[in-house]
């Protein structure tokens, strides 16, 4: 469930200036029910003889809410010069306060009443933004436009984790300290850029550099007093993007592109505290966790035939430093253990087509497909990491317009 509302003002006094003042804010719910019969929980010896030596049925009711109220303020101002060049600012404030519980109860089968184990973890986590960002576009040369800018970002996240079981005994549901744990990430950026585009002929072309400081502390405490350690992490990078498009004739371009992003994680998979996510599965956070950082390389092909049909292809290279991937490991004999780490470095290498066709005016028909080798390489636990496979998606999307105001529309996703 969603509820949100926005209200903005603009205010132009001349034509050279522009003010704008808006707030955005909204209530979100997400409920995920699971409610699971496990008929024939069991468990055997070892090979080779595998013999059953017990066997076991429960129900598991498995609730998982998750809360996200959040409020946004930003005012916003540009200039116009003489010359043509432009001026932008823009200030950006946020409060999220996210949380919500998860409920795990093991009950009896089919007897409900019997209950084995209940558990009861819930958190509050309220975060708070800013974003200041300085944009210059220098007047247009004749070779092209120059942009350069500045931007500031600052995020404080912290979190209590609070994980409660049930003692069966007094009925009271009590601390389990090992599961629970105070959070705190601080996170500052500060990032300037230089842009530049430009045409020539049948030529259009993009090269750009932005350099990026990321200062990141992660306080961590456990419950009882005995866990109380700080996790700090720094680097200074360039990010590095260029674009060049060639314009064979008015129905045919080529491009290619580079590009290197970062992806930096979140709170909740620097966790190193376990948290319940069902009955099976633990699932816990690295605080060593490093961004990962993404090259990318394209070539694509784009035709335009007549009547509106289209072609497309893309072949790509995607290459992700500090890859942070979910590992699995054995909590024990009925639980596994999710563990986020970086295991390495991923690889892929495919193809991405498309095709629009326009039998008639009113029928439009789209067929695409992503195809690409996917391929992971590096460490976990002290074990080698070696892992590829041969992924691919198809999508196809056809619309019949019967009139102005009816149509009938066929969708298919297969991955």
Same mark, same amino acid.
């Given at each position: ?96 306060? @996210?949380?919500?519980? #998860? ?6 089968? %089919?007897?409900? &009443?019997?209950?084995? +184990?209940?558990?009861? /973890? ?103 007093? @005995?866990?109380?350690? #700080? ?6 990078? %360039?990010?590095? &993007?260029?674009?060049? +498009?060639?314009?064979? /004739? ?166």
């Amino acid at each position: 469930m969603n509820y949100s509302g926005r209200f903005s003002v603009d205010y132009t006094p001349d034509t050279t200036n522009t003010y704008s003042l808006g707030f955005f804010a909204g209530k979100r719910t997400k409920d995920r029910l699971a409610d699971i019969v496990y008929y024939d929980n069991h468990a055997i010896t070892p090979a080779p003889n595998g013999e059953r030596i017990r066997t076991f049925q429960y129900f598991n009711h498995n609730l998982r809410t998750r809360r996200g109220d959040f409020i946004l303020g930003s005012f916003d101002y540009s200039h116009l010069f003489a010359n043509n060049s432009k001026l932008s600012t823009s200030l950006l404030y946020e409060y999220t306060l @996210l949380g919500g519980p #998860t409920e795990n109860d093991n009950l009896g089968f %089919p007897d409900n &009443s019997i209950i084995y +184990q209940q558990e009861y /973890n819930t958190n509050d986590n309220p975060l708070q933004g800013i974003r200041f960002q300085l944009d210059y576009a220098w007047s247009p040369f004749s070779f092209g436009q120059l942009e350069t800018g500045y931007q500031y970002r600052n995020l404080d996240h912290t979190g209590d984790f609070v994980y409660e079981r049930r003692n069966n005994a007094s009925g009271n549901f009590e601390l389990v300290p090992e599961f629970s744990s105070e959070v705190d990430l601080y996170r500052q950026i500060h990032s300037a850029y230089v842009q530049f585009n430009g045409e020539e002929g049948s030529w259009e072309y993009a090269a750009g550099l932005r350099m990026e400081a990321m200062d990141r502390e992660f306080d961590l405490r456990d419950k009882q007093g @005995l866990v109380d350690t #700080t996790y700090t992490y720094d680097y200074i990078k %360039p990010f590095p &993007s260029a674009t060049i +498009q060639y314009r064979l /004739n008015n129905t045919t371009k080529i491009k290619a592109s580079y590009s290197k992003r970062v992806e930096r994680t979140t709170t909740f998979k620097m966790n190193p505290f376990p948290e319940r996510e069902h009955s099976e599965t633990l699932e816990q956070g690295d605080p060593t966790l490093n961004p990962e950082f993404i090259d990318l390389v394209e070539l694509g092909l784009t035709k335009n035939f007549k009547g509106g049909n289209s072609l497309y292809a893309t072949a790509y290279y995607r290459n992700v430093k500090n890859l942070v991937n979910r590992v699995n490991t054995v909590y024990n004999d009925t639980i596994l253990n999710r563990i986020y780490s970086n295991v390495g470095t991923g690889n892929s290498y495919g193809m991405e087509i498309g095709l629009q066709l326009k039998p008639t005016e009113n029928w439009t028909n789209f067929i695409g497909g992503n195809f690409y080798n996917y391929s992971i390489e590096g460490v976990f636990d002290n074990r080698n990491v070696d892992s590829e496979a041969f992924v691919y998606s198809v999508n196809a999307n056809s619309t019949y317009d019967f009139s102005k105001t009816a149509s009938a529309q066929f969708t298919l996703n297969y991955f």
